[in-house]
Antibody, heavy 119, light 111 residues
Framework: QVQLQQSGAELVRPGASVTLSCKAS????????MHWVKQTPVHGLEWIGG????????AYYQKFKGKVTLTADKSSSTAYMERRSLTSEDSAVYYC????????????WGAGTTVTVSS | DIVLTQSPASLAVSLGQRATISCKAS??????????INWYQQRPGQPPKLLIY???NLDSGIPARFSGSGSGTDFTLNIHPVEEEDAATYYC?????????FGGGTKLEIK
């Protein structure tokens, strides 16, 4: 069945970077955009950005531009999100999610990766 | 950015009764006859799960006790009759205009 398998929890120091992964299975990876969503108790669910795995084209929420890089590896059906210059505000659960192009809804979600930024 | 305001923030509904959740957009999310509002359910410790897309279309496998309605800026999610397993937080999300935004969530408790 369609699944998105995310990498494990991360504990990172302030100022460091972290790369999260999201491996897709059960569908053709290049047929759907892959997006990333941040969840915190304070800000709720926030869209970070998305990537078209076929073309590599990306779109980012202005708030996260310059702090996030999205990539995708077609050979392994895996999407990646690199977050840089982390602060405590970046502690959150990060989800990858497949986006339906026509209606724009997120129909499949990974289990989430918890990132904790702490010294 | 399109702001989505959900109400109430929380509600408690008796088993078998109706739960109604509102989502108001800061501008119209209609385009060429479709309303680009989607609804998700999130249980504790789990990712969001798509319930309804384009305001009123049930995703595959979602029980018919869930329904969505509305257009323009005002949308509603109804659950009737409510069951124990419906205890969760519900979010609306707009897919009309980048950046894609979510409502603040409504926590449903079953009495």
């Amino acid at each position: 069945q369609v699944q998105l398998q995310q990498s494990g929890a991360e504990l990172v120091r302030p100022g460091a970077s972290v790369t999260l992964s999201c491996k897709a299975s059960g569908y053709t990876f290049t047929d759907y955009e892959m997006h990333w969503v941040k969840q915190t108790p304070v800000h709720g669910l926030e869209w970070i950005g998305g990537i078209d795995p076929e073309t590599g084209d990306t779109a980012y929420y202005q708030k996260f531009k310059g702090k996030v890089t999205l990539t995708a590896d077609k050979s392994s059906s895996t999407a990646y999100m690199e977050r840089r210059s982390l602060t405590s505000e970046d502690s959150a659960v990060y989800y990858c999610s497949r986006r339906n192009y026509d209606e724009g809804y997120f129909d499949v979600w990974g289990a989430g990766t918890t990132v904790t930024v702490s010294s | 950015d399109i702001v989505l305001t959900q109400s109430p923030a929380s509600l408690a509904v008796s088993l078998g009764q109706r739960a109604t959740i509102s989502c108001k957009a800061s501008q119209s999310v209609d385009y060429v006859g479709d309303s680009y509002i989607n609804w998700y359910q999130q249980r504790p410790g789990q990712p969001p799960k798509l319930l309804i897309y384009a305001a009123s279309n049930l995703d595959s496998g979602i029980p018919a006790r869930f329904s969505g309605s509305g257009s323009g800026t005002d949308f509603t999610l109804n659950i009737h009759p409510v069951e124990e397993e419906d205890a969760a937080t519900y979010y609306c999300q707009q897919s009309d205009e980048d950046p894609w935004t979510f409502g603040g969530g409504t926590k449903l408790e079953i009495k």
